[in-house]
């Protein structure tokens, strides 16, 4: 069955490929799918209209199972490496769907707006491909310079691209704003360790701890660490080794390089 629905269905689209497509997920039962609307929501970022499932039949018909009309969900994507197909066009009527959904029209959805445009950026930052966030980045400038988020989003791009200057001031700005925000710390300590100001680093770290979750305070301690090994300073590699070991999880790919890289001779 797998053979006659890959006909019409190729896992080979990513959730960012896919805004304004209907797309088909495995839900891991054969021949048997999840399908849903994707779309760019202002306030979730990627989301997808979750309509319900279908089976593809032995005559390679399409069936629906819809969720009842109080039960249709709409779902945030994390940007990851998941695989959807699009749905043929051909096919809409067995799925009893159309290619420009009522719901969506309500949504009244204003794509030119900052908060539109800043939700592409960051799924771009968020994905990797700082690259394709600028266009986006400088269209929110145009409207806005001063919009919420704008400042740390324009900092990862430059972070990503290894322009260090440029990061270093908009994160301080943001900082001051979201003194509670990880992901800002986190950014800032990536600039501080690339930019070899780790003295200023470690000082971002302490800061960090309040707002950090144990994973969090694995993958800061563990990054400040690794620096330091590649630098052969033994003396504060073993102070950040000591500290990477009360976070990092046993049993873990981390820990067993952070091991490996205690047992290493400096010199």
Request: charged fraction near 20%; aromatic fraction near 14%; charge should be neutral.
């Amino acid at each position: 069955m797998q053979a006659t629905a890959q006909k019409d269905l190729n896992f080979d689209k990513r959730f960012v490929e896919s805004v304004n497509h209907w797309t088909a997920l495995y839900t891991g039962k054969d021949s048997v799918y999840n399908y849903g609307y994707i779309y760019m929501d202002p306030k979730l970022g990627l989301a997808v209209h979750n309509e319900g499932t279908f089976k593809i039949t032995g005559n390679n018909a399409y069936v629906p199972t819809k969720r009842p009309f109080g039960a249709i969900n709409t779902l945030r994507l994390q940007n990851n490496k998941t695989k959807v197909a699009w749905i043929p066009e051909n096919r809409f009527p067995e799925l009893q769907i159309t290619a420009n959904p009522d719901w969506l029209s309500a949504l009244k959805i204003d794509t030119a707006s900052a908060a539109y445009l800043l939700k592409w950026a960051f799924t771009y930052n968020d994905g990797h491909e700082s690259n394709k966030a600028l266009p986006y980045l400088e269209r929110v400038k145009q409207i806005d310079p001063n919009y919420p988020g704008l400042d740390f989003e324009f900092a990862y791009y430059y972070n990503a691209n290894r322009q260090f200057n440029e990061s270093e001031a908009l994160l301080r700005k943001s900082l001051a704003v979201r003194p509670d925000d990880f992901r800002v710390y986190k950014e800032l300590i990536y600039e501080e360790v690339f930019s070899n100001n780790l003295a200023m680093a470690e000082k971002t770290y302490q800061l960090a701890l309040p707002h950090s979750n144990t994973e969090q305070k694995a993958e800061l301690s563990y990054n400040i660490c690794l620096i330091y090994f590649q630098q052969k300073n033994e003396p504060k590699f073993n102070q950040w080794a000591a500290e990477a070991k009360k976070w990092v999880v046993p049993g873990t790919k981390q820990m067993e390089t952070l091991t490996r890289m205690m047992s290493s001779p400096m010199n």
